[in-house]
């Protein structure tokens, strides 16, 4: 059984492009969540998706959008990007039945913004 | 809003418990966790706690909840340099809703030979 999966695992970018993360949740979970982890800081809550819609949001600028797939994939896309957002960005994925508790993480895409 | 505090750094020799301590601030905390997470690598769900718990017990791991004084701790017994890694403490609350995790800013493990 698969766990979460993310692509690519490293990317680099120079400022003022756009990027986008793709995400594989975990066989059985509809639910994803894109997590930023910034060198030497606790992951923050960017978006979860659910049923192909975003139904929660942290504290992220516009910039920052996604996607969910009727497959339950998910991706991740910042726009016109700041050298701020390098960071680890992370993938969770979960059930939204039974055990929804439980949040599995992907290894996650480090990004560099040169 | 929700905090989640841990001391940043921890030391200990190989076989010796280790004891992290994470502090948290949203008193509707339902679910609240331990992450472990090795040098370039994602989070590892190590084990968790439901709010209406004190204490879980999972192999080495022991997880001690004082809800009162919003206090979290992981206990890993025998510990091994296999242990070493950031260790993160995470909740979940009502106010955020729909499974979405507030962490700390984790607590680095060396455990030396």
């Known amino acids: 059984d698969a766990g979460v999966t993310q692509s690519p695992t490293h990317l680099i970018k120079t400022r003022g492009q756009q990027v986008t993360l793709r995400c594989s949740p975990k066989?059985?979970?509809?639910?994803v969540s894109w997590y930023q982890q910034a060198l030497g800081q606790g992951p923050q809550f960017i978006f979860q998706y659910y049923e192909e819609e975003e139904r929660q949001r942290g504290n992220f600028p516009d910039r920052f959008s996604g996607h969910q797939f009727p497959n339950y994939s998910s991706e991740l896309n910042v726009n016109a990007l700041l050298l701020g957002d390098s960071a680890l960005y992370l993938c969770?994925?979960?059930?939204?039945?039974?055990?929804?508790?439980?949040?599995?993480f992907g290894s996650g895409t480090q990004l560099s913004v040169l | 809003g929700e905090d989640v505090e841990q001391s940043l750094f921890l030391s200990v020799r190989e076989g010796d418990s280790s004891v992290i301590n994470c502090t948290y601030t949203?008193?509707?905390?339902?679910?609240l966790y331990w992450y472990k997470q090795e040098p370039g690598a994602g989070l590892q769900l190590l084990t968790y706690i439901f709010s209406n718990m004190d204490m879980k017990q999972d192999q080495r791991l022991t997880v001690l909840l004082n809800k009162k004084d919003k206090h979290l701790s992981l206990r890993i017994a025998d510990t091994q340099t296999g242990d070493s890694a950031i260790y993160f403490c995470a909740e979940i609350s009502m106010n955020s809703g729909y499974s979405t995790l507030t962490f700390g800013k984790g607590t680095m493990l060396l455990v030396s030979p």
């Open positions: 949203d008193s509707s905390s339902t679910y």
């Open positions: 066989s059985g979970h509809d639910t």
């Open positions: 969770a994925s979960s059930a939204s039945t039974g055990q929804g508790e439980k949040l599995f």
